[in-house]
């Protein structure tokens, strides 16, 4: 693992590592894949206005995400089934994100439980939730979040139905019978039986609300205290009914390009949530963030923080919590370096006026 030097190398190893239909599972996005090339490369239609002659002798990377205190401003969205990758799973994960000092979210559709992954030891969590048809089953997994010491629900809003992921209808993806989504386990939806095409996709088809709206964040509020942070906005318009909702938090995010192909970037519909969100609430991203530079850029255009979702089940694939611990860290000090060189000793003095993105009127 000496001779990884930063996180997109993990791909090519998980690719090699692991069966054709896992990496294709956790590699492609929906339809063409449009917005998935389109989240990697509109971070390089942004580019930097360094200051010069500033003392960076020391260089804080520390803030609060709510209220929580954590080391730096990354952290790792939920992705489901991530036994496939490694035999620990999410605990390898939340093992090294508490190592960082930083935020894991573990998702509904994980091969550990709630509790499992509480039994690691501390951590800051959240828990990302998908509300399923039967309510009594999603308060239940709200609760246990609750008991297990979790500090807020990510709602991801986006998946009223699976986007079409092609690679997964032509392997007639299944996960494999020797794991479960364990938060159900002794229920009879604790596997993903295989269908003539995407068995992920009748899975979600057969228990997800699609039902879900805005009231359902009401609703949300009345079963549990914890903050709600809403995964999924990409729009000014739904910004403001986030805060309408009472929403702790937004999550600008496509789920990875996923979901509908040929909505834009995350880095590019960034600017629009944070002018509408008008500091209420904070905003984070995810989405493509494979270097500290594009952790800098989402932080200039007015993100609190970032997530990342492939970069941790590739390199779980390639070396387990030690892969995970790794990408942690190399993204950690890329991002110190990026701060160094562009001017800036602490988060909260990396401005708008740091970057310049080609959307920008000419200086
Ligand atoms: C995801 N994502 C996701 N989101 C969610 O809310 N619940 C989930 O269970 C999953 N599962 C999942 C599995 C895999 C394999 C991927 C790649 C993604 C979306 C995820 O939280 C996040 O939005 C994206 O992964 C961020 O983009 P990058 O970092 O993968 O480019």
Redesign the pocket.
């Known amino acids: 693992m000496d001779h990884i030097t930063n996180v997109s190398e993990y791909e090519a190893i998980a690719k090699k590592n692991l069966p054709k239909m896992v990496y294709d599972?956790?590699?492609s996005g929906a339809e063409d894949q449009w917005t998935l090339k389109e989240?990697?490369l509109a971070f390089s239609r942004i580019l930097f206005r360094p200051r010069i002659l500033i003392d960076v002798s020391t260089i804080d990377l520390s803030t609060t995400i709510l209220g929580f205190k954590v080391s730096m401003p990354i952290m790792i969205?939920?992705?489901?089934?991530q036994k496939m990758a490694h035999p620990e799973g999410e605990c390898a994960t939340a093992r090294a994100a508490s190592a960082a000092g930083t935020i894991m979210?573990l998702?509904?559709?994980?091969n550990s439980s709630i509790e499992e992954v509480a039994s690691t030891g501390p951590g800051i969590r959240l828990f990302?939730l998908?509300v399923l048809k039967d309510r009594n089953l999603v308060t239940q997994l709200v609760r246990r979040a609750e008991r297990a010491g979790y500090n807020a629900i990510?709602l991801?809003a986006d998946?009223p139905k699976l986007g079409r992921r092609e690679a997964d209808i032509k392997n007639r993806f299944t996960m494999s019978p020797s794991l479960t989504l364990k938060n159900f386990e002794n229920l009879d939806i604790g596997k993903i039986d295989e269908t003539n095409g995407s068995g992920l996709a009748s899975y979600v088809a057969g228990l997800f609300d699609r039902s879900l709206s805005w009231k359902d964040v009401k609703w949300l509020q009345t079963i549990t205290t914890l903050p709600i942070l809403i995964?999924?906005v990409i729009t000014a318009e739904d910004t403001r009914l986030c805060i309408q909702a009472g929403a702790a938090g937004i999550?600008v995010?496509?789920?990875?390009?996923?979901q509908l192909d040929y909505v834009p970037a995350t880095i590019m519909a960034l600017e629009e949530v944070v002018k509408a969100a008008e500091g209420q609430i904070p905003v984070f991203l995810?989405?493509?963030?494979?270097r500290g530079t594009d952790v800098f850029k989402a932080l200039a255009l007015g993100a609190s923080g970032v997530?990342?979702?492939?970069?941790v089940?590739f390199s779980l694939a390639a070396a387990g919590e030690a892969g995970v611990r790794k990408v942690l860290q190399m993204l950690r000090d890329e991002l110190e370096l990026t701060m160094a060189l562009s001017g800036c000793c602490s988060l909260k003095e990396i401005r708008r006026d740091h970057i310049v993105a080609e959307w920008d009127a000419p200086h």
Request: no cysteine; hydrophobic share 30%; charged share 10%.
């Open positions: 599972y956790y590699a989240n990697l969205a939920p992705t489901g089934m979210t998702s509904t559709m994980a990302q998908y990510a991801t998946t995964k999924g999550i995010s496509n789920h990875g390009a996923r995810d989405g493509g963030v494979r997530f990342i979702g492939r970069p089940v």
